[in-house]
């Protein structure tokens, strides 16, 4: 027998093979990813349509809201409900996925205390199941497009960039909150909470240009705002304002969300299974 | 024999648990970190030399195990419930670490600590053969190429494309053995799951793991309570008592050794900690201890079907309170409720105020062979429940080739829990 399969099991030796682990597991990951949105679609027309109603209806009320009641400016002569959709993909998603990923490890505690894998793998694939509902829901901006006669420039190639670093900002904070909920069990109750509040102080209902000046830069510490700015500079085009040092900001929150979520969950992460 | 035939090496394994004592908790909750951190900051302030206090005891479930398994080897790993077998087996399949000591192992793991671990309801069999295969460390490619026979094995072929929760649990456990039974990894560490299903198909299981590990040269770890199977099964042994290696050796002394060491254990539990699950206001009564004794006074967690078992219950009425129940009762199999015995049905309400023993006779006892666990509650006035402890003892029942006079083995039935004895008659009509 070869010496290079030998496994050694000793306290604190799993830190060491962690990232090979988790590719030695690619194939669980994608059968657990693969479980999670079968079953989300079994009954298909419910979970399709779940998908799009949740952020259109949020949009119609926030569009009433904030843009008839309130009277907030648009960006340049965007119609206010393409506006408001625009970063109503991404914040759904995040949110969904924040909330879905905090809860995956102590639904699939079974499968924990049974078998060993690199936990992460479960948290990550509750994110990328909420990710196909993200895409669904880009049907309805499309037909709001057309509705509203209303043409993307070419920012819109950028789009894809905006999307990973979306992906990257609800894995930061969702394995961040997933480790907390299983430390914590009573941390559940405070997410959703948590995901209200986001909504609100999250430039979701109305433009970043409400916004005076001076606490622009404190306001991007918020990630979602660097984010859902992105999205918006790229799906309106130029009319969108894109302030760079407050994506910057948010980009660097992002990436010191990403290190602190990975350490916090790999320090927690060994004992999940006692704790469980 | 070269020191290379060796493929697992634990060397001085231990595993530690913290044990709170104010809560029955395992986890921690915000709100109580929060409180203890306010409570802590105030003691401090009022008296700044004085540290927090910590209700933490350290547990030791295995201390400083030592052993070797060669390859092609079939250890039986047996003990008590508690003696640290199944800590042993999740070190070992890594789903939790050891706090001290270090394992090595060579070539593929698969542990099977359940059947149809991440079975899914909603997916269909043909899904979760996938499923399940994947979670059990096979890759696709290795799951395509035994479908059809997992599929065979399992007999479930006209039922492939219907989701597994209109299974009958028959059907879905053999399914769920059956992907289980085609894993092919070098080491393959196995708890006890053969206790389910009928006994036919425990038996095809069987068989099917002995000419895994006899014919392919496969290492196999083998935790069961069912001596038979451990001696038809298993070269060699490890008996394990209270965290540590009791004995290494043959299977029949191991097992031996086992049965042995059964009637030495004492089983008496008291009840001043917080480890079993204890609910109820305690108001008017609480439990201090429970023992079984046998029949010739010894105390033991070890019985004979059919033997007398005399429970010693220690109690204290701290009111005086109406219509006073005690209750016993009892889970097997599957942690499923088999039966009671109740102070108000035997029409005793003798109670003192104080302290005082309670002495609980049953004669010819009726359960099954395996591991029993004994609950307990006081009530009174039919409605409020006082003291109620979970799990409070647990003692085990050996099958006796003396209870009939027909020769049976009694530890296939297990999984009925209670047996009875009835008369029979035939008669042409």
Request: charged share 20%.
């Amino acid at each position: 027998m070869k010496s290079e399969n030998t496994l050694v099991i000793e306290a604190g030796r799993a830190e060491k093979h962690y990232w090979l682990d988790l590719w030695r597991y690619r194939e669980l990951f994608y059968i657990l990813s693969w479980r999670d949105i079968t079953v989300r679609y079994k009954q298909t027309i419910i979970g399709v349509l779940w998908a799009i109603l949740k952020p259109f209806l949020t949009m119609i009320v926030f569009t009433i809201i904030f843009g008839r009641l309130a009277k907030l400016p648009s960006d340049g002569n965007t119609p206010y409900a393409i506006m408001v959709y625009a970063a109503m993909i991404p914040w759904q998603f995040f949110s969904s996925a924040v909330s879905d990923a905090s809860n995956s490890l102590v639904d699939n505690a079974q499968l924990i205390t049974k078998i060993y894998f690199p936990r992460i793998i479960i948290p990550i694939s509750s994110i990328v199941t909420n990710f196909i509902d993200f895409l669904i829901s880009f049907v309805i901006l499309i037909i709001l497009m057309i509705y509203f006669k209303f043409m993307p420039s070419w920012h819109i190639i950028f789009l894809p960039f905006f999307v990973l670093i979306l992906l990257f900002t609800a894995a930061s904070i969702g394995v961040y909150i997933t480790a907390l909920n299983v430390k914590f069990r009573d941390f559940r109750y405070v997410i959703p909470f948590l995901v209200q509040f986001g909504l609100y102080i999250s430039p979701v209902g109305f433009s970043s240009s409400v916004v005076p000046e001076k606490y622009r830069l404190l306001y991007s510490l918020n990630p979602m705002v660097g984010v859902i700015d992105g999205f918006r500079w790229a799906i309106l085009g130029g009319k969108s304002p894109f302030y760079l040092y407050g994506f910057i900001i948010s980009l660097g929150i992002i990436c010191s969300f990403l290190v602190l979520g990975i350490y916090i969950f790999r320090k927690t992460e060994k004992t999940f299974a006692d704790i469980i | 024999m070269t020191v290379n035939d060796v493929v697992i090496r634990a060397e001085h394994i231990g595993k530690s648990y913290l044990i709170g004592h104010q809560s029955n908790e395992r986890y921690v909750a915000l709100r109580d970190v929060i409180t203890n951190k306010a409570k802590g900051l105030w003691s401090k302030l009022r008296n700044p030399h004085c540290g927090a206090q910590r209700n933490i005891e350290e547990f030791w479930a295995l201390k400083d195990i030592n052993f070797e398994v060669k390859q092609g080897d079939r250890v039986g790993i047996i003990g008590r419930n508690g003696a640290g077998k199944s800590t042993l087996l999740k070190i070992l399949s890594r789903i939790t670490e050891p706090t001290s000591g270090k394992i090595s192992i060579k070539g593929r793991v698969a542990s099977l600590l359940e059947v149809g671990t991440g079975f899914h309801p909603e997916l269909t069999g043909r899904e979760n053969i996938f499923l399940n295969g994947a979670i059990l460390g096979m890759t696709r490619q290795e799951i395509k190429r035994k479908f059809d026979e997992i599929v065979n094995f399992a007999e479930v072929e006209k039922f492939l494309d219907t989701p597994v929760k209109r299974y009958s649990s028959g059907m879905y456990v053999r399914l769920a053995f059956a992907v289980a039974a085609h894993l092919e990894p070098e080491i393959l560490i196995v708890d006890e799951v053969l206790a389910v299903g009928d006994v036919e198909f425990q038996k095809k299981c069987l068989g099917k793991m002995e000419d895994v590990s006899a014919k392919e040269g496969r290492t196999v770890l083998f935790v069961s309570h069912n001596m038979a199977a451990i001696n038809s099964l298993c070269k060699s042994a490890i008996v394990l008592a209270n965290g540590e290696v009791n004995f290494i050796g043959s299977v029949s002394d191991g097992v031996n050794n086992y049965l042995a060491l059964q009637h030495v254990v004492k089983n008496k539990v008291y009840f001043n900690k917080s480890t079993p699950l204890r609910e109820g206001p305690k108001t008017f009564a609480k439990f201090l201890f429970v023992e079984t004794i046998n029949s010739k006074n010894e105390t033991t967690g070890t019985f004979n079907m059919g033997e007398d078992i005399i429970i010693k219950i220690g109690i204290e009425f701290l009111k005086k309170a109406q219509d006073v129940e005690v209750m016993i009762y009892f889970k097997g199999f599957m942690d499923a409720y088999y039966g009671m015995f109740s102070s108000r049905v035997e029409n005793f309400y003798d109670f003192k105020l104080g302290v005082q023993d309670i002495i609980v006779r049953i004669p010819h006892n009726n359960f099954l062979p395996g591991e029993w666990s004994m609950s307990l509650w006081v009530n009174s006035n039919k409605q409020s429940q006082d003291d109620l402890i979970d799990h409070a003892i647990n003692f085990d029942i050996l099958s006796d080739n003396n209870y009939t006079d027909s020769f049976v083995d009694y530890t296939k039935y297990k999984h009925y829990g209670i047996i009875g004895r009835s008369s029979w008659s035939s008669g042409i009509r």
